[in-house]
């Protein structure tokens, strides 16, 4: 055995994070560690990977123990992670990102060709190409991935701790993601694999792990299960498979025709975008991100001027109107980054809560805060987030649970039109299960919602219509019927729909 | 329980930088051969060893208290407010010449000359808030380079056009207010006046402004996360020419209660040197922005300062020592400030 983390418990204060955990590493093998949000996988990782150390218990390498005061530590003992949100440099070369902290020198010189050749050897070595002289920030999602992969490589790693990792990739790039992952364990590199997606962990995990409230509920080989029992083992319950009722269009909610934003780069970012969403019916827009989906969100929702075009929201032109006046007159918005637009770290869970609801929760500019709590309180019982306390900082909620928060947030205005980007990015699937629903219900109540996703299988199971974009049109239409993912995949990419 | 280990952690930094000043300022006292155990003791009766002390260090605390209640309030709102001391100087000027010639009673011209100040300090950092939202000019460095313009503009007029040529003293001054629009001492002898009540009243009311009201709390999301504000529907223009005109109002607040309640004329320098506006900005710094912390943290700035005449008086220790203190507590707050000052770049990046 690799690696051993032998009864490692985690507390802050009264909070148990990690509570008598055991896992184990084989030398080439892919273990998964899967659980809800906040079931304490991160922690773990950030113990193995010296981030914090453990309250009790002790890890073992190669059979001695050892502890790791940081991070370098950590890499000195050949463990290496990568994170969810990648840590590159975006303006220097994929070469520099690689080498950076152990630099081939020519005298005191940095020495550019060695680093170069040094990359492209290793990334031969471990069949993952890559240029050497590319700007990191010219490369899709998928290639930085790999810069980082790379990265960890050189820096010596023998474990690899991947947290979330296909997250953000494209399905093509998924599947080269999980190719190179089962090549390089099989050149005896160890991978420790976090992810929500239970269909990759069966197709790549040899082991997988589940936590939940912070304990282990079972350890087995992949070969011997499937995607419901591990389900069930996060959960603590059998899933309820949603289903969806006929749909019931009603009258035109959300009117764009003919939107365009040329933007700074010579590129137009949207091109003569037309749609339409009506009551009762969930609009899908499938495609690679990048392709203008946060464009046309942040056209839509006022946040960004446009160029040519008119935004009709109920009958009323509100194209170029403020945010606050168009949130007034029936928006509501789950934005795609939830770090970035959707709370302030620093402010506490109610007062994120109180986003865009003021007005019902004041009299003459005082606001009403018990009324405030009250209404949190019920979203935290609702949406099962998990929370120290309604004043708890958001920065120490999980990402699932923010995301509960803000779905939670959006759902409570009741608006008539409801934009859903990226509404289940990084939730665990029983939150997934739940703000589906949520999404189904908002539907079902004559609700017109704008989902944006990249994840297919979510566009596929709630929208009515999909539409696809991409490089800023919409390239296609399809029934959600009789779409078919090959179809979708083929027009996110670019290609021409077949008949 | 849990709320008040919070409280207790906020307190920390602050109290480690005092603790820490202290030190360093014994050390230097060491240096210099005095007794620190005498000299502190002396600092601490020349601050508030009587009710004479007591009152000299709060009257030289209310500008200050005012000037970092406004500094505190473009904090929360995400706004670097750099420019306290222009501020704070066109406000004093502007009292001065409603209170010397505005018709009217007593009275009125006291009000009128308050709002005056308050106006003039308000559109002078509202200004400088225009040009950021307008040509994306960098606040911090306007707010600082208006400092110059407001300043000498100031010490321009009572040199020349409002000069009083009435006495024989050539001093760059405006003439001494009548003594019916002075504000009112609040003890018979002492320097403490009603400017301090404001101040007080201010404090308490920019508390509870942003912790109970729509406005506070948009403020402070703005301040914590201005994508998320204006996700949210919050006008980033138009809250930030409304925070700079308060947080300027502030500042000309103070100059206008120091020319009413100390000076009772604009006398050029008079409020520069004692550096009022660069304290007040510290007592932000060091209160973490809290309004009711900033009051306090400006007490304690002020009892430093009057502390280190009282020391200087009675020792052979030279009121250096005090400015060392200070010193020290500057380079704490502002690692703290720095470091989060990156962060916010970072996340805004």
Redesign the interface.
């Known amino acids: 055995m690799l690696l051993q983390m032998d009864s490692i418990t985690k507390s802050y204060g009264s909070v148990t994070a990690n509570s008598q955990v055991q896992f184990s590493l084989n030398r080439g093998e892919i273990h998964a560690l899967v659980g809800e949000n906040g079931a304490g996988k991160t922690t773990l990782m950030r113990i193995l990977y010296g981030m914090e150390s453990p309250t009790s218990g002790e890890i073992l390498l190669d059979g001695k123990a050892v502890s790791f005061a940081s991070p370098a530590d950590a890499i000195k003992h050949r463990i290496g992670m990568v994170h969810q949100h990648f840590m590159l440099f975006p303006t220097f070369t994929i070469a520099e990102n690689i080498v950076i902290g152990r630099e081939p020198s020519k005298g005191i010189g940095f020495d550019r060709k060695a680093a170069a050749a040094e990359t492209e050897r290793i990334g031969k070595l471990y069949g993952m190409p890559v240029d050497p002289w590319k700007k990191v920030a010219d490369c899709s999602l998928g290639m930085q991935q790999r810069v980082e992969i790379l990265k960890v490589l050189y820096q010596g790693a023998e474990v690899i701790i991947l947290d979330e990792p296909t997250g953000v990739l494209t399905p093509l790039e998924v599947k080269e993601l999980l190719v190179a992952i089962k090549g390089l364990a099989a050149q005896g590199k160890s991978f420790v694999l976090i992810s929500h997606k239970l269909q990759e962990i069966m197709e790549v995990a040899d082991r997988v792990t589940v936590l939940r409230d912070g304990k282990v509920t079972g350890t087995v080989d992949a070969k011997d299960t499937n995607a419901e029992d591990l389900s069930r083992l996060m959960v603590g319950r059998d899933l309820i498979h949603i289903s969806r009722n006929e749909a019931s269009r009603g009258k035109k909610v959300l009117e764009v025709a003919g939107l365009s934003i040329k933007g700074a780069k010579t590129k137009p970012v949207l091109t003569n975008i037309s749609l339409h969403v009506d009551e009762g019916e969930i609009v899908g827009i499938a495609g690679i991100s990048g392709n203008g989906q946060s464009e046309l969100i942040q056209a839509i ?1 006022g ?1 960004m001027k446009t160029d040519h075009g008119v935004i009709k929201l109920l009958g009323q032109d509100v194209t170029g109107a ?3 006046s168009i ?2 007159r029936g928006l509501a ?1 789950i ?1 795609e980054d939830r770090y ?8 506490t869970v109610t ?1 994120n809560g ?3 609801h ?1 007005d019902r929760h ?1 009299k003459l ?3 009403n ?1 018990s009324g405030i709590r009250g209404m949190v309180s019920e979203w935290v019982s609702r949406f099962g987030i998990k929370t ?2 309604l ?1 708890t900082k958001a920065q120490f909620l999980s990402g699932g649970n923010l995301q509960k928060l803000i779905v939670a947030r959006e759902l409570a205005q009741h608006t008539p039109f409801l934009i859903a980007a990226e509404p289940t990015r990084g939730v665990d699937v029983g939150a997934m299960e739940i703000i589906h629903g949520e999404l189904l219900k908002k539907r079902d109540e004559k609700g017109a919602i704008l989902l944006i996703s990249s994840e297919l299988t979510e566009i596929l199971k709630l929208s009515d219509r999909i539409l696809i974009m991409y490089e800023g049109q919409i390239v296609g239409e399809l029934d959600a019927e009789s779409a078919t993912e090959e179809q979708i995949s083929l027009l996110m990419a670019g290609g021409k729909a077949v008949g | 329980m849990d709320k008040l280990v919070q409280f207790g952690r906020s307190l920390m930094q602050p109290l480690l930088a005092v603790i820490v000043g202290l030190a360093a300022g014994a050390i230097a006292i060491v240096i210099v051969g005095g007794s620190v155990m005498e000299t502190y003791a002396e600092m601490w009766k020349g601050a508030f060893g009587s009710f004479y002390f007591l009152t000299n260090t709060l009257s030289r605390a209310t500008p200050i208290i005012l000037i970092g209640l406004g500094v505190a309030l473009a904090f929360r709102a995400g706004f670097f407010n750099m420019g306290s001391e222009g501020q704070m100087v066109l406000g004093a000027l502007s009292a001065a010449v409603t209170a010397i010639y505005l018709p009217g009673s007593g009275l009125v011209k006291l009000i009128a000359a308050i709002i005056a100040g308050i106006i003039a300090g308000g559109i002078w950092s509202a200004f400088a808030g225009w040009l950021d939202a307008r040509f994306r000019m960098n606040l911090l460095i306007t707010t600082l380079l208006l400092n110059y313009i407001a300043t000498l503009f100031a010490g321009y007029m009572v040199s020349y056009p409002l000069k009083d040529r009435t006495g024989s003293a050539a001093m760059a001054q405006t003439v001494m207010l009548d003594q019916s629009v002075w504000l009112p001492k609040l003890f018979k002898g002492m320097s403490l006046h009603a400017g301090f009540i404001l101040a007080v009243v201010g404090a308490i009311l920019l508390f509870l402004f942003m912790r109970y009201t729509v406005k506070g709390y948009e403020i402070r999301m703005l301040g914590g996360n201005p994508l998320f504000a204006s996700y949210g529907g919050v006008q980033r223009g138009k809250m930030m020419l409304i925070s700079m005109f308060v947080s300027g109002g502030f500042a000309g607040l103070a100059g206008s209660v120091e020319v009413l309640g100390t000076q009772y004329r604009y006398l050029d320098g008079a409020l520069t040197s004692p550096g009022y506006a660069w304290s007040g900005i510290m007592a932000t710094l060091l209160a973490g922005s809290h309004p009711l912390g900033t009051a306090v943290a400006a007490i304690l700035l002020a009892a430093l300062q009057t502390g280190g005449m009282g020391m200087e008086r009675n020792t052979e220790v030279p009121l250096e020592v005090s400015s060392i203190i200070q010193a020290v507590l500057i380079l704490f707050v502002s690692a703290k400030f720095t470091y989060s000052f990156i962060k916010r770049k970072k996340a805004r990046s």
């Open positions: 929702s946040l403020s945010v606050g949130r007034e918005h934005p970035q637009w959707g709370v302030a770290k620093d402010a007062e109180l986003m865009g003021t004041q500019g005082i606001l805060g120290g306390s004043s």
